[in-house]
């Protein structure tokens, strides 16, 4: 085989060799190019997802913000309400101020009529209570008519003409000890339950041999005279001492304040003020103190 036969073959094997290498390396390129598109449209992708993200997460915050603002809304309004629903409740109080509650005052079995209520209360009134003269506005019996002819008689609701007999009647109720009949303070059902709550309290500061007694709804107790000369500290986490006196100590709602700026002692009950019962000395103990301030 000559040399130009031998030189033909190679180059013809070369081009073979050429043509196989640049299709496999242009394969190679469109495989590449491939793989690049699809990397730019992860790293697009990405990159929204990742836009997507941040708005998603100022939005958080801006929502956040909003819901902040809302509960700092929800919360004023909140107090709103509750100081709304006292002033409320102390409206309603004043409005019954001079109002007064008698309970265990005997019912005709039937068909007792406003007349005769204010009738038996005038009687109550001028023969236990020593107070001839009161004037009433009107006395009637509270609850379903049916109650009359259980023996647990209705309770009576009296409204005096002047709160000066109305307070006559509140300091002579210990005269009532041991006929069964109670006068309580005629208050809206809101505060009647802020002071149910405190009976226990009250009930064991007595027990103790305190004096204990409400303003309104304020539970106040108090260290008897012959107690004040030992080392008393008032209770812990007392919201109010009075001013003037060792040892006072409030409890309950102090937002709510009475009409007036009287004190009277209270005796334990299960759910009204009763001022008659166990409650004379310590009644008599307070008038004292009330008259040397």
């Known amino acids: 085989m000559d040399l130009e036969a031998v030189k033909v073959l190679l180059e013809s094997q070369e081009r073979t060799f050429r043509s196989a290498l640049e299709l496999v390396v242009e394969q190679w390129r469109e ?8 990397m730019t449209d992860l790293t ?3 990159e ?10 100022n939005n958080e915050k801006v929502l956040q913000k909003l819901n902040k603002e809302k509960q700092v809304a929800v919360e004023e309004l909140q107090s709103r309400v ?5 002033r409320l409740n102390y409206q309603e109080d ?3 101020r001079n109002n007064l509650r008698i309970s265990g005052l005997k019912e005709q079995p039937v068909g007792e009529t406003w007349e005769q209520t204010a009738v038996n209360v005038s009687k109550i009134l001028e023969d236990k209570l020593q107070l001839p003269s009161v004037n009433l506005e009107r006395a009637h019996r509270v609850g379903p008519a049916a109650a009359a002819a259980s023996s647990h008689p209705r309770a009576v609701v009296v409204r005096f003409k002047n709160f000066s007999d109305r307070e006559a009647a509140i300091r002579n109720a210990s005269k009532l000890k041991g006929t069964g009949i109670y006068i309580n303070e005629d208050l809206c059902p809101a505060s009647l339950e802020i002071k149910k709550k405190q009976f226990p309290l009250m009930k064991k500061a007595r027990e103790d041999g305190k004096i204990a007694f409400f303003r309104h709804t304020r539970l106040i107790i108090r260290e008897r005279i012959d107690q004040r000369s030992s080392s008393s500290v008032p209770a812990a986490n007392s919201p109010h001492v009075g ?5 006072w ?3 309950g709602d102090s937002t709510v304040r009475p009409p007036d700026g009287t004190e009277r002692v209270s005796s334990e009950t299960t759910g009204d003020r009763r001022v008659s019962g166990d409650s004379t000395g310590c009644q008599q103990r307070v008038l004292r103190d009330r008259k040397k301030t």
Do not use: P
């Not at 509750?82 to 006292?86: C, K, M, P, Q, S």
């Open 31 to 38: 495989r590449i190019r491939l793989v690049e598109g699809k």
């Open 44 to 46: 697009k992708s990405l």
């Open 48 to 57: 929204f997802s990742q836009a997507e993200i941040l708005d998603l997460k």
């Open 82 to 86: 509750a100081e709304l629903n006292h």
């Open 94 to 96: 004043y409005t019954r």
């Open 243 to 247: 001013a003037g006196f060792s040892g």
């Open 249 to 251: 100590v409030a409890h």
